[in-house]
């Protein structure tokens, strides 16, 4: 039987009626056509489907949609203000933190809630940081650099 | 003027800008109208015969649109060797099989359905082991060949051989042999973005594939030959690409999936998509071709080597892809890795029923670096040589021709080895041993300027200039996230004298492209590179044409004006001579100016004012700026012996390791890395040192943690829990030295870099650990189960 979902997606409200099955990135993706969020793994492990749920970092592939009610959920798609990119987004691209992009959206949102829990980390703490978000292409060096220079900024 | 004002440089990827937005479309976001969603059913057994299959139930439950099996669709053989049909039927060889396929309204209601269709199999004998395998009297994994032979033996009808001088002279010329054997599994490329696709036909059967493939041209080949053979014959087909999450092997055979995607979408007549778990990416994609190797070396007093003699066997797997042909690759190391006179390697591809591979960054020459090294390392010791030492004796050098007739036109091997020498403090290291640690080093050879497998090794790129002075690249190439949009844009913007912000790109796409060979062997750079410089001078070209044509009047248009605005103005008296001769000037940075007196005050002008006048300029003297360029090396293919220059230029690079190993535990950790590579030249060094990390972490991936489990032919950890990819806590301290000796025929002195820093990677570490605690792991990964296995036989 469907349910009712009231939630916040970018500052925009929604009320949604969803299978209780659903996972908040099925919901994201499919639901609410927001497709920066992306499906990787499936299990929790890779952290590409990472949005924040009042602020906090989960895997929305493995958050049902209904845990979502009530709460406020950014993704990737809410970082750019008007014309203007996220200084973490900036800083991606000035520092090469991506290659083939697809873990992008989920480590950025991770590194935005870290930033948030700690401002002036150390490069050891970024790597801890980003410990979930798995990535093939980089070897997550410059993904480090992207988020440390970002710091600076924010 | 010949400091470069975008070559040389980290230009920025806003180019990509989307890909931090969300805003890129992968093939996971891709949707059309109409579109169904495709499921595979794969068998359940390693081999069996199929029985009956019932799909009654399935076909029954609403928003199926469609179920196909081997039976309902043509029985056509396709793959390398034409090994294997689209949809198996009457046998199954592998767990991966596909048995069925179902097109629904959901991908929820395709996998519903797949488990409402009832398969009935008889179970038949089953071989695992490749030397099993070869034995006489082993279950056979086929019973006939492509053209319906019977076959007597799993032996692959693929006898890779290469011989170069005389084995036996070496041996007699040598004061130390050595011989050892070391092996390498499975390991799985680990796209973020899984393996997918959408196919659509129009009413008169032509197709548009959206795809991830790296060789869209030659995807569009096989395309076209599998049509050919199910009634297709003629049909278009184009293929272009979404933007594609990570490629490292995966996307360079055209893959049974998207064979199913297309029988679906025909079967259906709507759009369909298939689009892969992370489950299928482990089980169901062909990943790095595993091998084992007998090696012996051996090298005169003086520590030169006297000769290389090496036997492969590699575990086919149930099918043939790319995999192999990993022997082709191979044989560059065995024959060219270090200066070596006398050289043998056989490598024997044998049938099993577990999982086929492919292609994966390095293509076999991760796996042969690895025996080559090793053996590298034993014979150093054998001969009570420094390992280091060894390897400057027998270094590659610019001028040399290999054994395999590669010409080895630039060389930077020595200043590499002497960079990890120095940054690992070797000599010292080594002097003053400490307990545990130890230090290794490991080269590589690998081709750096195009690969020669096909008869053409070309790249075609069209290059158009609009009036507004945007500058329209349509190259054939795919970007699978290396950064080829920034780097031609660079290129691009150097030799036309544009900006990279001038320049857009279309890549990917065979209805926007001429022939490319793809977008693999470490090339793009080189290939695409070249074509773009040789069709910037044509469209330069033209630009001066019409600059000398239209500059004047500008000018003189410019002092009429002024002339109007103030009277008194003077008309200077200009030598217009000087920009009467479109070899006589140039472009550089958006302006149009004389090579004899590139600041003069009226004769630098501004290149977009050149084309917004002389573009469109009514009948008879309207035209367009473009040109077309098709760089095609003169390069060989191998010949019948495995023998030729089939690249222009060679990658060298060295990888030295600093290990501690807990000799409790077993566990290894990287205290230092040093990553050096002879690259050429980088264009973009901060791109370029994105690939060598990568490449690094994958490569130690490969040394000490990566590893599908196959037992009894299934696939035991199709996930990224219990597959260890490394994440950014496994910190590698990685020095990159980057050596830029040029070499002539790149572009710009460009050599490819995408492969090069994974393959040495894994031997370094392997040596360290032997130099660590004096045993050495000869099958990869080096797990910490194995060390204190090895640690307590050494007791």
Known sequence: MKRSVLLTVNGERHEVLIEPNLTLLELLREGLNLKGAKEACGIGACGACTVLMDEKPVNACIVLALEAEGKEIETIEGLVKGNDL??????????????????????????????????????DEVKNGIAGNICRCTGYENIVDGILNAAKEI | MSEYLYVGKSIPRTIETDKVTGR????????RPGMLYGKILYSKYAHAKIKNIDKSKAEKLPGV??????????????????????????????????VAAVAAISPEIAEEALGLIKVEYEVLPTVFDPVEAMKEGAPLVHEVDARGRPLKSNILPLPWKFYAGDIETGRKASAYTVKDSVSTTWVNQCCMGPSGCVAEFDM????????????????????????????????????????????????????????????????????????????????????????????EQGCDKEGRLTFRKCEALLDNGAYTSWGATTPSVMMMPMSSLYRVPNVSFEATCVYTNNIYCQAMRGYGNPQANFAVETSMDTLAEEAGIDP?????????????ETPQRLKITSCGLEECINSVKEKLDWDKKKKDKKKARGVGMASLIHVAGGARVYMSDGHGIMIKVDQNGCVDVFESGTDQGQGSPTVISQIVAEALGFKPEDISLTMGDTGLSLWDAGTHASRHTFMAGNAAIRCCEKVKKQILDMAVQYMPKLIKGGFKRKKRKDPDFVQPDLDYSLISNPEDMDIRDRMVFPKSDPDHPYFKMDVREIVRSGLHVGVGDSRVVVAEEFYDPPTEMLDREMKGNLSMTYAFGTTGVEVEVDEETGEVTILKLIAAHDVGKAINPTLLLGQVYGAVYTGVGYGLTEEIKVVNGRVMNPNFRDYKMLTAKDVIPITPVVVEPGDEAGPFGAKGIGEPGLVPTAPAIANAIYDAIGVRITDLPITPEKILTALNDKQ
């Open chain 1, 86 to 123: 996220h200084p973490l987004q900036r800083s991606f691209i000035d520092h090469y933190s991506f290659q083939c992009g697809f873990c992008t959206p989920g480590t950025i949102m991770t590194a935005k809630a870290f930033l948030h829990r700690n401002p002036k980390p150390s490069r």
């Open chain 2, 24 to 31: 890129a479309i992968y093939i996971d976001d891709l949707k």
């Open chain 2, 65 to 98: 649109r469609a179920i196909l099996t081997g039976y309902d669709i043509p029985d056509v053989r396709v793959g390398f060797i034409k090994d294997q049909t689209v949809l198996k039927k009457d046998v199954v060889r592998q767990f991966r099989d596909e």
């Open chain 2, 204 to 295: 008169n059967n032509n197709l548009t594939l959206y795809d991830q493939t790296n060789v869209i041209h030659l995807g569009k080949q096989r395309i076209m030959e599998y049509f050919a053979q199910i009634g297709l014959k003629g049909k278009k087909v184009r293929v272009v690409n979404a933007i594609v999450g990570g490629s490292f092997g995966t996307k360079l055979d055209t893959d049974i999936y998207e064979f199913i995607c297309m029988q679906l979408a025909l079967k259906t007549r709507k759009p369909v998509k298939i689009l892969f778990s992370r489950e299928e990416e482990f089980f169901a994609l062909p990943p790095r071709q595993p091998a084992i190797f007998d090696i």
């Open chain 2, 388 to 400: 280091a030492e060894f390897r400057l004796i027998n270094r590659n050098q610019s001028g040399d």
